[in-house]
C-alpha cells in the first residue's frame, strides 16, 4: 500500500511549455485533490475530484486542467507554464474526511 | 469566502514545555477541523481531525479543540520534545472543499 504517489519530485520548465504532473492512490478512495504551496503560505485549492469523471474548480483553477478517468489517477495539466505557477504542488486523497497527502511536486518556471 | 489564520507564524519553546498553537476561521458552518504536521521538504501528514458535532480530540501528547461560536481551533502539544519542531498546518473543511491556514512554524529548543 503506497498511499498518494507523485511524480515528478521536481521539474524545471522555461515560460509557455507544458506538462502534466502525476497522482496516483491505491487507496481506492473517491475523493481527490491538487493544491499549491507557495513559499511560506498555506496550500490552496486548485481543483478536485469525486469520483471518476467527476471534476471540479476550486480557489485557484486558472492555469490548470485536470482529468479523472480511473478512480486511481488524477493528473494535472499546465498547458502554458508562467512564472506564477512556481509552487510546490500536493496531492491528497480523501477518506470519510481525512485528507492523505503525496510528497509533492516541486516546479520551478523560468 | 471562507478564510483561515493561524498566529503567530513561528514560535520557538524549551523542550517539556505545554504549548497551544493557534487556529481561527470566519465562518462558522464549517464541517471538520484538521491539523497537519509538514516537515521540511515533505507532504503533510494528518495529525487530529474534529468533527463539526465534536468539541475535542485526543491522540497521546496532542489535543485538539473546536468552538465554532468562537470561530476557533487549538492545538495542544504536552510536555513538547525536538521531535515535534515542524510547520503546524489547519485546516477548514467546507462541503467537499477544504481551507488551509498559513502555519505556524515549531521550533523546540533541547
Known amino acids: 500500500n503506497a498511499g498518494v504517489t507523485q511524480t515528478p519530485k521536481f521539474r524545471i520548465l522555461k515560460i509557455g511549455q507544458s506538462m502534466t504532473l502525476q497522482c496516483t492512490q491505491d487507496?481506492?478512495?473517491?475523493?481527490m485533490y491538487w493544491y499549491r504551496q507557495d513559499p511560506g503560505m498555506g496550500l490552496k485549492l486548485i481543483y478536485y475530484?469525486?469520483?471518476?469523471?467527476?471534476?471540479d474548480k476550486g480557489e485557484v483553477p486558472n492555469g490548470y486542467n485536470v482529468s479523472r478517468s480511473t478512480t486511481e489517477d488524477f493528473p494535472l495539466r499546465l498547458e502554458l507554464a508562467a512564472p506564477s505557477q512556481t509552487s510546490v504542488y500536493f496531492c491528497?486523497?480523501?477518506?470519510?474526511?481525512?485528507?492523505?497527502f503525496g510528497p509533492g511536486t516541486r516546479l520551478l518556471v523560468l | 469566502k471562507q478564510e483561515v489564520t493561524q498566529i503567530p507564524a513561528a514560535l520557538s519553546v524549551p523542550e517539556g514545555e505545554n504549548l497551544v498553537l493557534n487556529c481561527s476561521f470566519t465562518?462558522?458552518?464549517?464541517?471538520?477541523l484538521q491539523w497537519f504536521r509538514q516537515d521540511p521538504g515533505k507532504g503533510l501528514t494528518s495529525l487530529l481531525l474534529?468533527?463539526?458535532?465534536?468539541r475535542e480530540q485526543t491522540s497521546g501528547r496532542l489535543n485538539a479543540s473546536l468552538d465554532k461560536s468562537s470561530g476557533r481551533s487549538t492545538l495542544y502539544i504536552a510536555a513538547s520534545q525536538p521531535g515535534d519542531s515542524a510547520t503546524y498546518l489547519c485546516?477548514?473543511?467546507?462541503?467537499?472543499?477544504?481551507?488551509f491556514g498559513t502555519g505556524t512554524s515549531l521550533t523546540v529548543i533541547p
Open positions: 475530484s469525486v469520483g471518476a469523471g467527476i471534476t
Open positions: 485546516a477548514g473543511g467546507y462541503g467537499n472543499q477544504f481551507y
Open positions: 474534529i468533527q463539526s458535532s465534536q
Open positions: 491528497a486523497s480523501v477518506l470519510g474526511e481525512t485528507q492523505y
Open positions: 465562518d462558522s458552518a464549517i464541517y471538520n
Open positions: 487507496m481506492n478512495h473517491n475523493y
